[in-house]
């Protein structure tokens, strides 16, 4: 039997409605930018596997490291105890975050990092005597499938079972240059007649909202407002960090430091779970007690594996190297002169891109969207390109290390997709 079948017997995916979708593809083995399925045929990985390898799958260092801290220390609890890759991997991440960013607080994914931002606001304000509950966010924002995590994401289409137990939340809209000054006023009102604990947003790039961007001056006047008026902000870089948006975090772009920032996706640079979620000084103080309780209990079993700390860190390494700056350059280029020759192509509604992230809309009736994303995707893999469409989105965040002729291929496969939908 092939793993496909095999697959089919007690596995349960991710995201999936097994009744339409029941058929997997078997990936064996992945090096560079190629995934390779079991029957050998390879795929360029136009998506990093979800932004996660952007130094490329097997990256011989990372595992060269990986591997030499598997001999040294596994694991060991991390109440009472510390290590070395926890210990240098918080110092080496402090230089790189923006710089009111003074604490780093460990978890497994992207969703327990925003699960813990939202409950160390929430702390944050309790501690102080100040018993704020409502979490402003934005409208089409993902910030993960946990509860908390869940509750402040707006793209909520599959959330309908859970709503009623959701954590209290006003959206407001996306800022564009039409809208802001109805936003502003909004979040004005909102700030001053409720107890807003926090304001909670993904900074310039909404991933799942299929790459949707908007602009850093806008985002900009809520964090000033949210900060006149003691509301803690949260920015999601779980997609956005580590250099994708051509910064190391997309929160550079922005005069406001946010006070707490959730990391995860390509921390690891794709080789095992991990999240981070950092703070600066004035919120970790607030936790600083003779009081036991106004500690934050909060705690997984694998907090800071010393596995996934040491990939980490040679990821970071890796980030701040010439060679991987200089990759960055050519994949905005690159981006840009495709962007070019695309733009005014007849299927083409809007494009858009923020460093090594491009996305671009496609002129296509509504009815059509639903089917035509699996079509689009089944079209790119039989052509070795891995891309997942949103809606009508297709969208490129490929590994750094992606070679000149991969990312053309990657080009002339969207151009043929359009000439033939
Ligand atoms: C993917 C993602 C999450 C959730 O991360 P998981 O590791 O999938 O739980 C949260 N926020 C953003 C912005 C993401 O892109």
Redesign the pocket.
């Known amino acids: 039997m092939t793993l496909k079948e095999r697959d089919k017997k007690h596995l349960w995916h991710p995201l999936t409605q097994h009744k339409l979708h029941p058929e997997h593809i078997a990936i064996r083995k992945a090096k560079g930018v190629l995934l390779y399925d079991e029957e050998g045929k390879d795929y360029i990985d136009g998506i990093a596997s979800?932004?996660t390898c952007m130094y490329g799958h097997c990256n011989d260092y990372i595992t060269q490291k990986v591997s030499e801290q598997l001999q040294q220390l596994d694991h060991v609890v991390f109440a009472g105890f510390t290590h070395e890759p926890a210990v240098k991997l918080s110092e080496e991440l402090i230089k790189i975050l923006p710089d009111n960013q003074q604490k780093i607080f460990f978890s497994?994914?992207?969703?327990?990092?925003?699960d813990v931002a939202i409950k160390i606001a929430l702390q944050y304000h309790f501690n102080q005597g100040d018993k704020r509950s409502k979490i402003i966010a934005l409208e089409d924002?993902?910030?993960?499938?946990?509860f908390g995590?869940m509750s402040v994401?707006g793209l909520s289409v599959y959330n309908g079972p859970f709503e009623d137990f959701f954590i209290d939340v006003a959206r407001i809209p996306v800022p564009t240059s039409e809208n802001f000054n109805e936003v502003r006023v909004l979040f004005e009102k909102l700030v001053k007649e409720h107890q807003v604990a926090a304001f909670i947003y993904?900074p310039l790039v909404?991933?799942?909202a299929a790459m949707k961007m908007y602009d850093s001056e806008l985002l900009d006047e809520l964090l000033q407002i949210a900060q006149n008026n003691g509301v803690v902000t949260i920015a999601?870089?779980?997609?956005?960090g580590f250099g994708k948006t051509g910064k190391n975090f997309a929160s550079e772009y922005l005069q406001n430091n946010p006070d707490i920032i959730?990391l995860?996706?390509s921390l690891t640079a794709g080789l095992v779970?991990m999240?981070i979620t950092s703070c600066s000084e004035k919120i970790y103080n607030a936790f600083l007690s003779e009081e036991l309780g106004k500690g934050f209990f909060h705690g997984h079993t694998y907090s800071a594996n010393p596995v996934a700390c040491t990939a980490a860190l040679a990821g970071i390494e890796l980030l701040q190297t010439q060679e991987i700056k200089e990759n960055i350059q050519r994949i905005i280029i690159a981006h840009q002169q495709f962007d070019e020759k695309i733009k005014n192509h007849p299927k083409v509604k809007e494009t858009r891109q923020l460093g090594v992230i491009y996305a671009l809309d496609l002129n296509i009736e509504m009815e059509r969207y639903g089917n035509l994303r699996y079509q689009l995707f089944n079209f790119f893999m039989e052509h070795g390109v891995c891309l997942r469409p949103l809606g009508s989105t297709i969208y490129i965040l490929a590994p750094f290390v992606i070679a000149e002729e991969q990312l053309q291929k990657i080009y002339r496969t969207i151009e043929k997709a359009l000439d033939t939908f």
Request: glycine share 12%; hydrophobic share 25%.
């Open positions: 979800w932004y497994d994914n992207g969703s327990t990092s925003v924002g993902f910030h993960g499938d946990t995590a994401s993904e909404q991933g799942a999601d870089e779980v997609m956005t959730c995860s996706k779970p999240a």
